[in-house]
């Protein structure tokens, strides 16, 4: 379990709580006002389903408390998925045991958490589209439109260089057959090792995923941020000339070099000027070695600094 998981995890214990007190609840109703079927009346095809059903609310149920923090959507996702947890675990629960006579509301009584849970799930769905729209806006440009957090990098909240491959790919296509023009920037943060060895591997992710913001902040709309190699940072600015694509890196290269991080309480001067590069990709080049090309040149710039 991971830190953040283990956080939701203390964050909504109330919830955790309540959670293991209706589940047995369920279970004990149930056996207590009916009778236990002879093993012969057991439809198993039907257990495994409808078992299988009511395991997998269980497991959203426990996606949802690991993965979001508090707020109303969490709540209404919880409720809701609770209830129709309830219904598919009695329906599951109704192919070992027989209601009795004189209790067989609780036939009656199956579907109904699970069209409360539904309209729950609704009102959350609707509550849930407008915090995405909100959450798109704040990712477009660390997305792009594409959402896979398979290639995320944990430790500057942007993605890795394999997800910034595929969007030269796709920008190489436009510009070969629209002649629409991007350029690629590179952002390395000088003396980093330095500074890893002096503060240690936690500040220096810190200082990582410090600068990966202010790359966010400080670009338009339009252009993409990814964590490159180490302490690398690579920018995508599509439909833009090299003129323009450098007056948006400089500023950028400011702001990191501006930024002054704290460690034990002071702050820490000189520990995030950055080299920069930036180029204009060519028609018929490949992405290869368009990124070798613009490495080697940024290496040289080191170099010679």
Known sequence: ???IQQSFFKLHKPLWVLLAIVIPTTILTVASNSTLKNTDAVDWIDCICEGGIAFMTLLWLIATLL???KGNVTLLLFFG????HISMLMDFLDEFYRFDSANTWLSAFEAFPAFIGMILMSFAMYFWYQEQQILNFMLLKKERFYREYGLTDFISGLYRAEYMKQQIDKELLA???HNIPFCI???DIKEFSVFNEKY????ANSLLADVGQIILLNLRDSDLACRYASDRFIVLMPNTNLSTAKQVINQVADRVSNHRPYAQGHLISGSNDVHWLCEQ???GEQQASLLARINAQL???KSAA
Do not use: D, E, F, Y
Not at 81 to 84: E, N, V
Not at 200 to 203: A, L, N, P, R
């Open 1 to 3: 379990m991971s830190v």
């Open 67 to 69: 993965s979001r923090p």
């Open 81 to 84: 998925l609770s209830a129709m």
């Open 175 to 177: 510009l070969k057959h």
């Open 185 to 187: 920037a590179l952002i």
């Open 200 to 203: 240690g591997v936690t500040k």
């Open 281 to 283: 990709a060519h028609k």
């Open 299 to 301: 290496n040289t710039q």
